[in-house]
């Protein structure tokens, strides 16, 4: 077993996020087993599903088969929009726990504030008693924009502690990163790697390989060191034993303002995704 490599972000609750960490969307339990157990044994610390994962169980059996504690491993599960509202979310914690098999989580982020019904707030309530009760350690949000997270604080004085959200160089999220730091919230990426636009010489791919070039690197890792040196969190997915330890290998090098200004050329406004407006 390797020591921890990433760094850990401060929440403003009091405890820590590592800044690197695996996603699992789109593996089957029993992949996510064997990438979680590898992931753990090459340094890192924190695993990133979803109830929609359907792989909560094969990420706790990758968590057990590690051999680390339990409390050296930070765990992030999130309630799907479908179940947006008070009692419905506590239910599906319930079932998040049994799946995971674990008596708490690390984090529970509500995944999509799904606004035309209206339930995102009733959610939040029902994360704030599971964070009282010490069943989610820390509790946040997933593609909130500023103005819903507005509306949490105003109608319940709680501020979440991370935002989840699409943020690669293509979508860089200038005015949310502001917004987060500006209120304590740390700003985590999802698709960091922009599902594959990363290698994509059409979109601009060559850019960033040739970065990866004049550093020794691969162009993910200098997407996701562009990440780190926002100072932002980032959640790459693999399931690939070579690309696992190479997205954690951040540490050892550093982007100059040259490659800044470079990868800031690629900034188009594109989403991998949907707009969190539009999911409902
Ligand atoms: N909150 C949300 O709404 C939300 C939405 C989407 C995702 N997420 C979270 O964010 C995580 C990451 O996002 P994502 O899975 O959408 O996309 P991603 O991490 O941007 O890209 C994953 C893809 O890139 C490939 N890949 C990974 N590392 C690579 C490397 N070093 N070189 C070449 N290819 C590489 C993976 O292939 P292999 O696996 O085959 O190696 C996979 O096809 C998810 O797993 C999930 O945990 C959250």
Partial sequence: MTDALSPVLPLADGRG?????????????????????????HGYRLIDTASMYRNEKGVGDGVRRSGLPRDDVFVTTKVWFTENGYESTLRSFDESLERLGMEYVDLYLIHWPAP????????WRALLRLEDEGRARSVGVANFHPKHVERL?????????????ELHPWLPQPELRAYDAAHGIVTQAWSPLARGHVFDTARG?????????????????????????????????SVTPARIRENIALFDFELDADDLTAIAGL??????????????
């Fill in 17 to 41: 996020l590592p800044q690197v960490g695996l996603g699992v969307y789109k593996t089957t339990d029993a992949e996510s087993a064997t990438a979680v157990d590898f992931a753990l044994r």
């Fill in 153 to 165: 604080v105003a109608e319940t004085g709680r501020t979440p502690a991370v935002n989840q959200v």
């Fill in 267 to 280: 900034a188009t406004g594109e989403r991998t995704g949907v707009d969190p407006d539009d999911r409902n």
């Fill in 116 to 123: 035309a019904t209206d339930r995102y707030v009733d959610t």
């Fill in 205 to 237: 791919g060559e850019v960033l390989a040739a970065i990866g070039r004049k550093h020794g690197k691969s162009a993910a890792q200098v997407v996701l060191r562009w990440h780190v040196q926002l100072g932002i969190a980032v959640i790459p997915k």
